[in-house]
C-alpha cells in the first residue's frame, strides 16, 4: 500500500478547524491521478438506487450509489447528482424526487437509467408526490422533498426530507468495484 498526497503538505497546519475551511473547494495537486481516488472510492460498497423526478421535459431517472441516509428525526437523506451530467438540471431543479432501493433483481434497471434518463419505456408507474414517477418493485421507496442543495465540487449534494415511503421484502442490489453482486456471499 502506497501513500498518495492529494493536496499540498498540511503536516504543519494546525489541528485545529479553521472558521474559513471549504473543503468542498480545495483543489487537488495538478500531478493527481483522479483514477486513484475513483479506485479508492470504489472500495466502498454501495447499495444502488434509481432517482426519478418530473421535470418539464417529462419523467426522469438516474441511478445513483451516493445515496446515504442523514437523520431519522427528521428524517433525512442525501444523494449527489455530477454537475457534467445531462441530467443536471433536471434534478438540481425538482423539489420532489423519489429514491427507489433496488433489490438483487434489478440490475436492468439500474443499466437503464445508467444510460438513459428519459428511457420509462414499459415500465410500471404512478405518479407520487409533485407528480414524480414512482417504479414499482423497488425494496424501498423514499419519496423525498429537497429541503437543501450544497455546491461540493464536480457534485451537486441534495438533501432530501422523506416524506413518503414504502418497503418490500428481499435482498439488496450490491455494487462494488465496478461490479454488480448481491449479499448472498455473507450469509451465514
Ligand atoms: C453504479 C453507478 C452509480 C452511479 N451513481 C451516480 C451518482 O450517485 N450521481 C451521479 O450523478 N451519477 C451517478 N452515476 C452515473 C449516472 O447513472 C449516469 O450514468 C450518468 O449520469 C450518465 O451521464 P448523463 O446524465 O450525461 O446521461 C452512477 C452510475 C453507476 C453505474
Not at 6 to 11: E, R, V
Not at 83 to 89: E, H, K, L, T, W
Not at 91 to 104: D, M, V, Y
Not at 143 to 157: K, N, P, Q, W, Y
Amino acid at each position: 500500500m502506497q501513500r498518495v498526497a492529494l493536496t499540498p503538505d498540511l503536516a504543519m497546519s494546525r489541528n485545529s478547524m479553521s472558521p474559513d475551511a471549504d473543503t468542498c473547494s480545495n483543489a487537488v495537486l495538478p500531478s493527481f491521478d483522479p483514477k486513484i481516488l475513483r479506485g479508492a472510492f470504489g472500495r466502498f460498497a454501495t447499495g444502488l438506487t434509481v432517482v426519478t423526478a418530473a421535470s418539464e421535459d417529462g419523467p426522469v431517472g438516474i441511478t445513483a450509489n451516493s445515496f446515504s441516509s442523514v437523520s431519522l428525526d427528521p428524517p433525512l437523506v442525501l444523494w449527489s447528482i455530477a454537475r457534467s451530467s445531462r441530467r443536471f438540471d433536471a434534478f438540481a431543479g425538482a423539489r420532489f424526487q423519489a429514491i427507489h432501493i433496488l433489490g438483487a433483481g434489478q440490475i436492468d434497471l439500474s443499466r437503464r437509467f445508467f444510460r438513459d434518463g428519459r428511457d420509462f419505456a414499459g415500465l410500471d408507474t404512478v405518479p407520487g408526490l409533485g407528480g414524480v414517477p414512482l417504479i414499482r418493485g423497488a425494496l424501498a421507496l423514499l419519496e423525498c422533498e429537497i429541503v437543501s442543495r450544497m455546491d461540493c465540487g464536480d457534485h451537486l449534494v441534495l438533501i432530501g426530507h422523506v416524506r413518503a415511503m414504502e418497503t418490500s421484502d428481499g435482498e439488496p442490489l450490491v455494487f462494488a468495484a465496478g461490479r454488480y453482486g448481491t449479499l448472498a456471499a455473507f450469509a451465514s
